[in-house]
């Protein structure tokens, strides 16, 4: 794999203020006087130093024991066996609490990686991508604060230069993972001044992620559908929301669809949730239609599974007018996955007019109103743009498979997801189901691989779960 495919494309960057630019300083620079430099190194310390017991109340508490017994007492024997039990109880205490050796190793790792990468080639990469700037005989270049290694990636915490943000940064990511030797780069925004550059070391997403295990129960809040690139588990929310799977042929929305489904079943099993399934290709869900409460395959019969799905949500809110403001999943009121495979053949495509008007006023109706009453809709794109998809923004959770454009990217996951390094028109072909989500409480899209359920998986799942399904008509 190219791994100029994987890092951003030139992009037209924030420029820094400089001098070579024709700038002109109207204002004198005033020198730091050399006082003020010196106290601020002092007062730098002195908050360090200050800081210390709060941070490692035990090491200090004990470190100042030895003191005191060594100074006070005068036993240097107490004080170096005090210090003795201090080391061989934090090395204990780290041996108990993470693997001890991995713990060593990422440091060292991170060690070397600081002195022969980053600190090495901090001021070439970041001066020749414009990251930095000299001025009468001044550098002015973030400063690295630690370098830390996780098992799959190296993270630069670094402080940046006043007037400078993270934005300039995040125009920058390709650069960076160039000049660094990573396959890409990740802008993490930590506070006022502070950001971490997050450099992958290899692909943890490089290999076929299997089915995952189907659990005792289905958490529908967060159903676990692949992995991230943390390694964490990729969890999707459905309940609650609506989800737009976003990507050209063969990238893998259909690995999307199926890992949700099956990681719904047994949800599906304790007739608490349902799947509605709307397959205009006939290729993606026919294979597992016993799964389904209603499948259609044709353009009447999916618009009356949407109607239908329509009558039921507004029957059920008004049984919940005024008495309940949201949904909880029973036997009687089960929650209704709709998954739509190319929604576009129903809304932009389909010869007749009456079809695509039907099925767009229906998706629309759904996803503006069932969100609180235990209606969603799933739905896979090939084509992102307005005039093939104009309900986009109905779904409020969205993943970006393998994208056409490099200007469809925010068009799926919102505005600077591409600056802050979701380059889903970059990924891979041979890497189907690799995308990029928003997870909460994180600004930065997270790259995912779903799960491959193959038709094996499916099999199984449908002689596990299976019933005979209401078919195309009778779902009208
Ligand atoms: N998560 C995955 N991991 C590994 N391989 C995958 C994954 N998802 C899909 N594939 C492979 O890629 C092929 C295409 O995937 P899929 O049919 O899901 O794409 P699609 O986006 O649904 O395409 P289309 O829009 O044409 O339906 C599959 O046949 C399968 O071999
Ligand atoms: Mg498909």
Request: aromatic share 8%; glycine share 8%; charged share 20%.
């Amino acid at each position: 794999m190219m791994r100029s495919a994987k890092v951003g494309a030139a992009q037209t960057p924030p420029t820094l203020p400089s001098p070579a630019q024709g700038v002109r300083w109207t204002t004198p620079i005033v020198e730091t006087p050399g006082i003020v430099v010196l106290a601020s190194w002092v007062w730098r310390l002195v908050r360090f130093l200050a800081t210390l017991p709060l941070r490692f109340p035990v090491m200090v508490a004990s470190a100042a024991a030895s003191g005191g017994a060594w100074w006070w007492l005068d036993w240097p024997g107490l004080a170096g066996l005090w210090t003795a039990a201090l080391v061989v109880s934090l090395v204990w205490w780290r041996v108990d609490s993470v693997s001890f050796r991995r713990w060593v190793a990422l440091r060292l790792l991170a060690w070397w990686r600081h002195v022969m990468v980053y600190r090495r080639h901090w001021q070439p990469v970041l001066v020749i991508s414009g990251l930095a700037e000299s001025y009468q005989e001044r550098r002015y270049l973030p400063r690295i604060r630690r370098v830390l290694c996780t098992a799959w990636a190296d993270r630069v915490r670094i402080t940046l230069v006043a007037g400078t943000s993270p934005a300039h940064f995040e125009a920058r990511v390709a650069e960076l993972a160039h000049g660094f030797g990573a396959p890409s780069c990740r802008v993490l925004v930590e506070g006022p001044r502070k950001i971490t550059l997050e450099f992958p070391r290899r692909d943890t997403l490089a290999r076929t992620v299997p089915a995952l295990d189907v659990g005792a129960r289905a958490d529908l809040g967060a159903l676990g559908v692949g992995v991230r690139e943390d390694g964490a588990r990729w969890a999707l929310r459905l309940h609650g929301t609506h989800v737009l799977v976003a990507g050209v042929t063969g990238s893998g929305k259909g690995s999307v669809i199926w890992s949700a489904i099956r990681a719904m079943l047994p949800a599906v099993a304790d007739n608490i949730a349902q799947v509605w399934a709307i397959d205009p290709k006939r290729m993606e869900l026919a294979y597992g239609r016993d799964l389904f409460a209603h499948y259609a395959d044709d353009g009447e019969s999916a618009v009356a599974v949407l109607e239908l799905a329509v009558a039921q949500m507004q029957d059920r809110a008004r049984r919940y007018a005024g008495k309940r403001r949201s949904h909880t999943p029973t036997t009687e009121d089960p929650f209704v996955l709709v998954v739509l495979d190319e929604v576009a053949f129903l809304t932009a495509y389909h010869p007749d007019r009456d079809i695509r008007k039907r099925s767009e006023n229906a998706i629309a109706t759904l996803t503006s109103q069932g969100r609180s009453v235990g209606f969603a809709v799933l739905a896979a794109l090939q084509d992102p743009r307005k005039e093939v998809m104009n309900l986009r923004n109905l779904f409020p959770d969205k993943v970006a498979l393998r994208l056409d454009e490099a200007s469809q990217v925010d068009m799926i996951l919102g505005e600077g997801a591409r600056d802050r390094g979701a380059n889903a028109h970059l990924i891979d072909p041979t890497l189907p189901g690799v995308g990029y989500v928003r997870v909460e409480g994180s600004p930065a899209p997270v790259r995912v691989r779903a799960a491959y359920v193959s038709d094996g998986d499916i099999t199984a799942m449908t002689d596990a779960y299976g019933a005979d399904s209401s078919s195309d008509g009778e779902a009208a």
